[in-house]
């Protein structure tokens, strides 16, 4: 696996997964509560995390929806590697499913990477320290 990409293996693929992680799974949101982070951990002999980004069709057109979840994907691909360790250490397999609470193309109609880069890093920031087991699962 190469350190800072994304692969097949990577990324939840299956309707099941997903709805496993919707009714199971829970939330995060980030710092300026921008986006929110579903997650689900689970014990496995195959430890690792797979992500899916899912942006609501109201948020805005196909263009801009398809460019927010492409800078979601690229600031988790490279911010991901205290995560994966993490989970490793543990032996968890982390599912997480990205979605956007406020941003949308009428009030965001420019999205800056850095910006999402910040939110990206402080959910993936608690979904790691919950992995550690440093902070209780109830809380948010």
């Known amino acids: 696996m190469k350190l800072f990409s994304l ?7 299956e309707k099941k997964n997903i ?15 921008s986006l929110k982070a579903i997650y689900l951990i689970q014990d496995s002999d195959k ?19 398809n460019k927010l979840k492409r800078l979601i994907r690229n600031a988790y691909r490279l911010n991901k590697i205290p995560l994966i360790k993490s989970a490793q250490q543990k032996n968890k397999s982390v599912l997480i499913l990205f979605t956007s609470l406020s941003y949308n193309e009428q009030n965001n109609k420019n ?5 999402i880069v910040k939110e990206v890093k402080s959910l993936l920031e608690k979904i ?3 992995i550690s087991g440093k902070i209780n699962t109830s809380q948010q």
Do not use: C, M, T
């Not at 992680?21 to 980030?30: D, K, R, T, W, Y």
């Not at 430890?47 to 929806?65: C, D, E, L, Q, Y």
């Open 7 to 13: 692969s097949k293996d990577e990324r939840i693929k």
């Open 19 to 33: 709805q496993l992680l919707i009714q199971e799974g829970s939330s995060v949101f980030s710092s300026r509560n």
């Open 47 to 65: 430890p690792g995390v797979k992500i899916a980004v899912g942006i609501s069709k109201k948020a805005g057109k196909a263009v801009w929806r």
């Open 111 to 115: 999205l800056f990477y850095d910006e």
């Open 128 to 130: 790691a320290k919950r």
